[in-house]
């Protein structure tokens, strides 16, 4: 050991100084010390992974900052303005030592040659080149309640599970920590978080039923009869659920109010889904065909037929923007459709087994269980139109001996994927199927009781409405655009073109006949006020005096006439005669055929009328 001290030169006395590489530099050429870097290995070894702190890093000066402003002779400005473009120089040199997290790397499998295939790599080979936290997503849970479904939070920090016979379950997945466990001993068929983690939804036998961390029951819904399937809209704070009675429901979680319920007139239905994108509900019916609704219209707002059987899942892909939708029926067909174009699907294949459960991740990836197998697809290939029926290239296959599978469940922030089956759950790591940057303001896997406090409030004072749900979300906050026939034939006024009168909107759009005679009269002559005078025939007349004559509210206003002289209708005749002669006073004064009358000193005297 003394040896290996010596020959790194670490003891010398305190009198003898090191030489530094400033003296070095007097002896030895840049070339030389290059050449000395080069040649240590542990030297190079640490350089490649190290780097220089941001605040001890000294860089360039930009080019012409102190002569930029040299013609100005304020110095306290030519010194402001200086500083103001070194800092600008420095922030722009900065910008990509701010990209800390890497967008554009997935982290899927990839391999060397053509003949390795990703599918052929197990999940004993992933954990081994996994790390170690990683690796701590594999995990198999074996309940006698099955078969189970399951649900994450927002963050993907929490996960809650149900079974069929009534078994309920919340907990922290990463440490460990249950938060409630409840047997309901009764049919329990779906399960949802709410807005986090301390309230949950279990869709039981009869009605829907809201529970607190703790398990304790806080609200019966009696208005969402028989439910099959929940969903939370977590922007609108909107619970949809949907039944065995084929009502769709929302109920506003924040006011306790049923904003909605919508009459599918499609029998029973068993699946649904939500569009992160712009929160629209897709639901699969029993007779084949899917539909799309929004609280705001009393129909749907697509209806599809997806399948020649009922249709056993949906599911919309949250890294296009919701642009694809990928559906599965009892025919054994799995389908990927184009919600912007609704012509055919854009790719199809067979799944062996039947009722296939269909799921897509944060970043693209298409779970389908069916089978006692469960197959991960990856874009670009599903979402590349292909004429032929022909699987998709694999990306990653599990063998899941348990049957049935009845749900598949991405983690958010995570490349793990939980299936639900007959004997508990089973979590498989696949690499490259979580979104690795998460917003701390949106979704934060490690915020603690105060940052879920405020998040909370702040998601109420933002909470959207439910109005506002449409399936093109650019439409809310943009302009309407201006309606081709707006206004009558002359442009001076601004009516719409339904507020129109007949006739005008005939011949705004055309179609009038302008050599009738529109009036329906002769024409008599003109009045003291220049306009025209139409003369009625005498059928027209006759036909307007005999019209209401016999209704049974003119008679009753006839018996209540009175043949008497009454002052107060005198009094308003007579004011209405003085405001008729003071406004024609009036407008002889402005034409100028009459003068203004001077004022009088005796006018104080008359009675105010």
């Not at 047997?183 to 779906?190: A, G, I, K, V």
């Not at 979580?434 to 917003?439: H, I, L, T, Y």
């Amino acid at each position: 050991m003394d040896s290996l001290f010596a020959k790194a030169d670490a003891i010398r006395p305190l009198a003898k100084r090191r030489k530094t590489d400033k003296d070095d530099s007097r002896g030895k050429s840049k070339e030389k010390k290059k050449k000395d870097s080069a040649d240590d290995q542990t030297l190079g070894s640490v350089a490649l992974h190290t780097a220089l702190p941001k605040s001890f890093r000294s860089l360039p000066e930009p080019e012409g900052s102190t002569k930029a402003y040299l013609h100005i002779h304020n110095k306290k400005l030519r010194t402001q303005l200086t500083r103001q473009l070194a800092h600008s120089a420095r922030a722009k040199a900065l910008v990509k030592d701010a990209e800390l997290l890497l967008a554009e790397d997935a982290g899927k499998i990839e391999v060397e040659g053509e003949m390795e295939k990703t599918w052929r790599v197990g999940q004993e080979d992933v954990i081994k080149a996994s790390g170690q936290e990683a690796a701590r997503g594999r995990k198999e849970y074996a309940l006698d309640g099955g078969p189970y479904r399951s649900r994450y939070t927002q963050n993907g920090r929490h996960l809650a599970i149900v079974g069929k016979t009534g078994h309920v379950s919340t907990f922290d997945w990463q440490t460990g920590t249950l938060h409630s466990e409840l047997q309901l001993r009764e049919t329990c068929r779906d399960i949802t978080f709410l807005h986090d983690h301390s309230h949950f939804a279990v869709a039981q036998k009869k009605y829907v039923y809201i529970y607190d961390r703790d398990g304790v029951e806080l609200h019966q819904l009696k208005s969402h009869v028989e439910p099959t399937r929940l969903e939370f809209l977590p922007f609108h704070w909107l619970l949809a659920t949907v039944g065995n009675a084929g009502y769709l429901k929302y109920q506003d979680t924040s006011t306790g109010q049923l904003v909605v319920e919508h009459r599918t007139k499609l029998g029973a239905c068993n699946t649904m889904t939500q569009n992160f994108h712009n929160a629209v509900i897709h639901l699969g019916h029993q007779n084949g065909t899917v539909t799309l609704w929004t609280p705001n219209l009393p129909d749907p707002a697509v209806r599809l037929l997806a399948h020649l059987g009922p249709v056993v899942s949906v599911s919309v892909d949250p890294s296009s923007g919701g642009r694809y939708m990928a559906t599965a029926g009892q025919d054994g067909q799995v389908k990927v459709w184009d919600c912007r174009n609704w012509k055919g699907a854009i790719r199809q294949w067979t799944a062996r087994g039947g009722n296939a459960e269909l799921e897509w991740s944060q970043r693209g990836a298409l779970a389908v269980a069916s089978g006692g197998t469960v197959n991960i697809y990856t874009k670009p290939s599903i979402q590349s139109p292909f004429a032929g029926v022909v699987n998709p290239p694999l990306y990653l296959t599990h063998p899941i001996p348990h049957r049935p599978l009845t749900s598949v469940r991405f983690c958010p922030y995570q490349d793990i994927l939980t299936v639900g089956h007959s004997t508990g759950l089973s979590s498989i790591l696949v690499p490259g199927s979580g979104e690795p940057n998460f917003d701390s303001s949106e979704a934060d896997p490690f915020e603690n009781s105060k940052a879920r406090r405020e998040r909370e409030v702040k998601a109420l004072l933002d909470k959207i409405q439910p109005d506002m749900i449409t399936l093109d979300p650019e439409f809310v906050g943009s302009l309407a655009p201006e309606p081709k026939l707006t206004t009558a034939t002359h442009d001076t006024h601004d009516i719409p073109f339904s507020r129109l009168p007949r006739m005008e909107r005939l011949r705004v759009s055309g179609k009038a006949d302008e050599t009738e005679d529109v009036s329906g009269g002769e024409i008599e002559g003109e009045d003291d006020d220049g306009e025209t005078k139409h003369r009625s025939s005498k059928a027209e007349k006759e036909k307007k005096k005999m019209r209401g004559k016999n209704k049974s509210i003119k008679r009753y206003l006839r018996k209540q006439r009175k043949n008497v002289v009454d002052p107060r209708a005198v009094a308003v005749r007579e004011k209405l005669e003085k405001q008729r002669e003071e406004r024609k006073r009036n407008q002889a004064i402005a034409s100028g055929n009459a003068e203004s009358q001077k004022p009088s000193a005796l006018d104080r005297f008359k009675r105010p009328s």
